[in-house]
């Protein structure tokens, strides 16, 4: 489903430039769950976002169910990150002003799909992660865990089959991540492939497989 | 996205930012209201002399001597130029079948006495249809008549201001009053006709023209006043005015027809000009009020860096993003616009309350051009602060504090 082959991806020109991944190789099929691990400044997150068409590779190549990605458009970027992809931050990154159900229902204002079943839709992923009761408050009234929550069923709102999560326990207390951590479990039994960061191994340990990457490289596969 | 959804989410992060909105608002707002208030107020002046005017009298031709600038109201060459005599006035009325009546005005100033009061006046040598034709009314006594005329019977109409002046309440009909060296007898009294244009009609004396020219000692007319049968005719009339005076001015058009409607369409024009310069300077308050516009959804677009990469995160096109942006500043400025309206209606309904007699109209157009301005402005200065937030890259807006 995901698959890299000598992806590098570097900041800046010239001397100047720091090249952040050296060339990175990753085959993750669908349904598979895999963390990745490894020290800060190693490149995870960076590598998150280019898996998630949020950033594009410096070269190599990436192939996402078949498409080969890092050729793709602006608009055909967005496209993917809107129904292919749901994104889970470590800063939940809801909109404040917004209360949950709008939260979750951001990604489908940018589909074809008419507002009342847009509605019924993000109440039904409100309820899918057990906050039908917070429905309408605002990301400040709602806990940590709870704000996580709402960014996940925002992930889920679309239906993709891939979930990318970077740290998404790394702001959460131990409860509330196991929390997070089981509905991931649930989704993976359901089919849905998940690749997410962590440095936590306990949370790693749930996964099929765990990667760790060091100075922009894999240590092993 | 459709729109009716850019529209949803522009209405929800104004209605987050109420005051800011409202403040932004309030410089298109008072564009707005500038522009409908002063369009209205050249449009109601224009209105006002149309009417004042009307009220001395329609389809109404005036021959001055000399060649006129059309429009400019310079004497050109006046060395060559013919006198309008008695004859022209005459000869007019009897060839022409346009010509209704040819009034013969002979106009000076003369010191009006009576007793130990006087005036300096007007002294106007008009023929007895120019009452008529000026809807000059007659409140005591009578008007002079043909015969009167003929004759040079020193009779006059006293104007209500010098009525007023020399005899007060007292009834003038039948005395003698000084104008110059003579004596002329008063007749009639004019209705009251009150001040048009800033000049006083009630403050003359009209005494037949055939006296005027003995009194002045003068054959040159002031004006030949001529009244045309209808409306249709004025053209026909016109023409037939140039071709005889021209024959008697040895094929020289040394004179000058001025129509009463084009003396309102040279005004309206000079109105006009004067109307859309004023509403010129006050659409630049409007474009300072875009100015505002552009400089908060700058603002915006810097505090809701954030929010963009998240939209760009779950599937927002750069599109989306500017198209949302824009649309927000288009409905500040277009609420700001309607606001403008409200007011500017509600300000023309307070002036008319309390000054009766300052003319406002508005117009529909300036309602409606004043409004598409304010959007147009809307999108003018938008397209900026939307440009810089669709470009963001989403990485960069996601990681933004
Ligand atoms: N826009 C950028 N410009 C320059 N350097 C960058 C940029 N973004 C990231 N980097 C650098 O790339 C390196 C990897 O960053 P990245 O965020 O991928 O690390 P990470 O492995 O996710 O770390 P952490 O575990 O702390 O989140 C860091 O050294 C960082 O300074
Ligand atoms: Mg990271």
């Known amino acids: ?221 | 996205m459709r729109t009716f959804e850019y529209a949803v989410q522009a209405w929800d992060s104004i209605a987050a930012n109420k005051g800011r909105a409202a403040l932004t608002m309030l410089g298109v707002i008072i564009g707005v209201c500038a522009v409908i208030l002063l369009i209205a107020i050249g449009e109601g002046a224009r209105k006002y002399i149309w009417k004042e005017l009307g009220e001395l009298g329609t389809n109404i031709l005036i021959v001055v001597p000399g060649k006129t600038a059309k429009e400019g109201g310079m004497h050109m060459g006046t060395s060559t130029v013919r006198k309008l005599v008695f004859d022209d006035a005459r000869i007019l009325e009897r060839r022409s079948r346009y010509v209704e009546h040819a009034v013969p005005v002979v106009i000076g100033t003369a010191y009006v006495k009576y007793y130990g009061k006087n005036r300096d006046t007007y002294v106007v040598g008009v023929t007895e249809p120019y009452f008529d034709i000026r809807n000059l009314g007659i409140d005591v006594g009578r008007k002079f008549t043909a015969e009167e005329i003929d004759a040079k019977r020193r009779v006059c109409v006293l104007g209500r201001t010098v009525k007023n002046s020399l005899f007060g309440d007292k009834n003038p009909l039948g005395t003698l009053l000084s104008l110059g060296d003579a004596k002329y007898r008063v007749i009639g009294v004019m209705a009251k006709k009150g001040v048009t244009l800033g000049f006083d009609i009630d403050d003359v004396v009209l005494i037949p023209t055939t006296a005027a020219r003995d009194l002045f000692d003068t054959d040159s007319l002031f004006n030949i006043t001529l009244k045309v049968a209808s409306e249709s005719d004025m053209e026909n009339a016109k023409r037939d005015i140039i071709a005889i005076i021209k024959r008697r001015h040895a094929g020289k058009e040394d004179f000058t027809i001025m129509s009463q409607d084009e003396m309102l369409a040279v005004m309206g024009k000079i109105l006009r000009v004067l109307t859309s310069v004023l509403a010129g300077i006050a659409a630049i308050s409007l474009l300072v009020g875009g100015i505002g516009i552009m400089n908060v959804m700058l603002i915006s677009v810097k505090e809701r860096t954030r929010e963009i990469g998240i939209r760009k995160a779950v599937g927002a096109k750069n599109s989306d993003i500017l198209m949302q942006f824009l649309t927000e500043s288009v409905v500040l400025s277009a609420v700001g616009g309607l606001g403008g309206i409200g007011l500017s209606m509600a300000l023309a309904w307070l002036i008319t309350l309390v000054w009766e007699n300052i003319p406002i109209t508005i117009t529909w157009w300036s309602v409606a051009a004043a409004f598409l301005f304010s959007a147009f402005v809307g999108i003018f200065f938008g397209v900026y602060p939307a440009k810089k937030a669709a470009g963001a890259d989403p990485i960069v807006a996601l990681r933004y504090e």
């Open chain 1, 1 to 221: 489903m995901v698959v890299l082959k000598g992806v590098k991806k570097s900041y800046g020109t010239g001397d100047g430039a720091l090249e952040v991944l050296k060339g990175i190789d990753l085959d993750v099929k669908a349904g598979q769950y895999i963390a990745i691990m490894g020290p800060s400044g190693s490149g995870k997150s960076t590598l998150l976002h280019i898996i998630g068409c949020l950033d594009r590779p410096t070269s190599g190549t990436y192939h996402l169910g078949g498409l080969d990605v890092s050729q793709a458009a602006m608009d055909e970027l967005a496209e993917i990150r809107n129904g292919k992809i749901g994104f889970v931050f470590q800063q939940f990154n809801l909109i404040a002003r917004m209360p949950a159900w709008k939260n979750v229902e951001l990604p489908l204002i940018y589909t074809a799909m008419p507002p009342p079943e847009r509605k019924a839709l993000a109440t039904s992923m409100l309820r899918r992660v057990g906050l039908s009761h917070r429905y309408a408050h605002r990301p400040n009234e709602l806990s940590g865990g709870e704000q996580q929550r709402v960014a996940i069923a925002r992930a889920l709102v679309n239906s993709p089959r891939l979930i990318l999560a970077d740290e998404p326990t790394g702001n959460l207390d131990s409860r509330s991540g196991a929390d997070v951590i089981s509905l991931f479990d649930e989704l993976n039994a359901e089919g849905i492939t998940i690749i997410l960061i962590t440095h936590d191994t306990g949370v790693a340990e749930k996964a099929h497989s765990i990667v760790t990457i060091r100075d922009g490289v894999f240590l092993r596969s």
